[in-house]
């Protein structure tokens, strides 16, 4: 069984906490939405479109959506190559 890596940051010295979570920050911002990922994959609407056997507008709709359904996330996620994880995280544990 694997060490949670968030145990193993927690025992660096804060300087080092501090660095990894502020790259960690910068990350995460620029792939903050399903556009940017679509974006930085080199994979345009259209591509997307047709692996998804929808049309181009269906993906710009999708990409601009709120809230949309797991199934139909995963397939988004899918179809540019990548794999989907969810995680749940308890307070305190």
Do not use: F
């Amino acid at each position: 069984m694997g060490i949670a890596l968030n145990k193993v940051i927690s025992e660096l010295p804060i300087k080092s906490q501090t660095r990894i979570h502020k790259k960690a920050a910068k990350e995460i911002e620029a792939y903050k939405s399903l556009q940017d990922i679509r974006k930085a994959l080199g994979i345009t609407q259209e591509e997307l479109a047709g692996k998804l056997r929808l049309k181009q507008t269906n993906i710009s709709q999708l990409e601009s959506r709120d809230d949309m359904h797991l199934s139909t996330l995963r397939k988004y996620v899918e179809a540019l190559g990548c794999e989907l994880e969810i995680n749940i995280r308890i307070p305190s544990r």
